[in-house]
């Protein structure tokens, strides 16, 4: 059984920033590709960022620039630094890994994902 278990959310002024971790537990397995989904009421779920090597990313275009995802494969952790919050990225947000590698190749489709957390909430105020 994989766990991930998300956590940094928290209420911030817009102009802050933030750092979201998700640590990985559970059976031993080479998560190759992760990423950091988002999804606000009333809106579909959205691929923010996506990792398989420090070199191979992928970001959401409203998010370049101010987010970025990095991995501490020895800590099984995935990270997700957010500065110059907005409005726009209150969200609930969701780690996610996949069990295949994908052609190791970053991925911020839903559907290539086999495991979800729990989420953390992100709220940001103007």
């Known amino acids: 059984q994989v766990q991930l278990v998300e956590s940094g959310g928290a209420s911030v002024q817009a102009g802050g920033s933030l750092r979201l971790s998700c640590a990985l537990s559970?059976?031993?397995?080479?998560?190759?590709?992760m990423a950091w989904f988002r999804q606000a009421t009333g809106k579909e779920r959205e691929g923010v960022a996506a990792?398989?090597?420090?070199?191979?990313?992928s970001y959401a275009d409203s998010v370049k620039g101010r987010f970025t995802i990095s991995r501490d494969s020895a800590k099984n952790t995935l990270y997700l630094q957010m500065n110059s919050l907005k409005s726009d990225d209150t969200a609930m947000y969701y780690c996610?890994?996949?069990?295949?590698?994908?052609?190791?190749?970053?991925?911020?489709?839903?559907?290539?994902?086999?495991?979800w957390g729990q989420g953390t909430q992100v709220t940001v105020s103007s």
């Open positions: 996610a890994a996949a069990r295949d590698s994908g052609g190791w190749l970053p991925s911020r489709r839903a559907e290539d994902f086999d495991y």
């Open positions: 559970g059976r031993s397995f080479l998560a190759v590709r």
């Open positions: 990792i398989v090597t420090a070199d191979r990313l």
